[in-house]
């Protein structure tokens, strides 16, 4: 017993290294996208309140129907890595072609419904001045889905086969060329917020370029360029695996989003403490993302080697670096969340609760990061049904109905709100890892 513990301790620390190699570029890939919403919402600002709040409106329904299409880029992300790890370039090339495939389906039916769901907008409360000023915006930011769509697609093979810097710089490069084009289309030309739709359409389709012609041109990736036959049952039986992640994700995004909506209800100084807390908390989820991502990987690597001894190293590595990571932040979020709060806001009330809340979102910090790290392991094994199933429950029937009791029903305002939040994430904190430990078992 002994020797054996001592084997899978010296297991998980050879992971550590390889986890962290390929975690941070998938963190610093993360943070590309982030800072592309950074660069439009400082370009928009200027227009004034009404563009900045239909910018607002638009990314709220963009999060969740990328959330969606996150489920297929995750798919074909694992199957890629399991191909890999079997060593085989003809499954990793079919993997790749059948994945694009289904971006581009997915993604233009992801730009159809954005635009279907407009007129819904006013119906459900939102603005007039807002909505008179936003459909060639909204439009625009659809159109967006389909590129970016794709670039994830490509981006997934450069993570698997050991080339994350690749997809990195090919990140980036839309980040930067997104700076001019909104200067030249918001204010040169005078397009308005327009402009930032077209700005961003026009990056990711550089992105996107830029990454096909690297594919179709770099000797390294040569056998994953050969001619490979796409079946429909093929692309049919991706979108069928990648059905309930697409739901699992359009979930955890839609339960998010409306924690966000009832602090709302609470009113405009807990909405702007919520939002104070948002933003500086997913610059720190940027971390145990990629770290889930990484463990995917590294697991579908596993899957494919036919090395089942690695799976349980791999979560203990993955889930001791996020646990580390995540207490560092929550030790920043308590001792600094005041200041943070003050450098956001100088209303007293907004300060005192988001100094609270930067408490709360401190100690739910570790169970976010360890559920979504198992459930990326979970991912890179295939598993999608029932970790998707023990998500949705956590997050709906128990998490999202406890933020309303607590904030509501006690008159804990934002606070319960959260504290009724960290009950979902605990709960999928512990299935999580349960499940992957089971299906670990050693037979």
Known sequence: MTQEFSIEHASTRAEIRPLIRLAVPLMVGLAAALLIGVVDTAMISPLGTVPLAAAGVTTAVLIILISALWGVITVISVQISQA????????????????????????????????????????????????????????????????????????????????????????????????????????LLGLGILGAGLASILSQTVSLLAAWIVLARSPGLAAFRQRVTVAWADVRRQGKEALPLCLGYAGEGGAYAMIGLMIGWVGAEALAAHQIVNALGGLAYMIPLGMAGAASIRVGLAVGAGSPARLRPILKASALIVTVWQALAAVVFIATGRMMAEAFSDDPAVIELATTLFVIVALLQVADGIQGTALGALRGMSDMNLPTLITLVAYWPLALPASYLLGFGLDLGAVGIWLGYMLGLVVAAIALPLRFWRLTRPI
């Open 84 to 187: 890999e790890g079997a060593g085989d370039p003809v499954r990793v090339a079919r993997a790749l072609r059948g994945g694009l495939v289904l971006c581009l389906l997915g993604g233009g039916g992801g730009a159809l419904l954005m635009i279907a769901v407009f007129p819904l907008l006013g119906p459900l409360g939102q603005p007039p001045d807002v909505l008179d000023i936003l459909l060639p915006y909204w439009v625009s930011m659809a159109i967006w889905i389909v590129p970016f769509t794709l670039f994830f697609g490509l981006k997934a093979l450069f993570d698997a086969v050991d080339r994350p810097w690749t997809a990195v710089g090919l990140s980036y490069l839309g980040v930067l060329f997104n700076v001019p084009a909104n200067y030249a289309l918001i204010h």
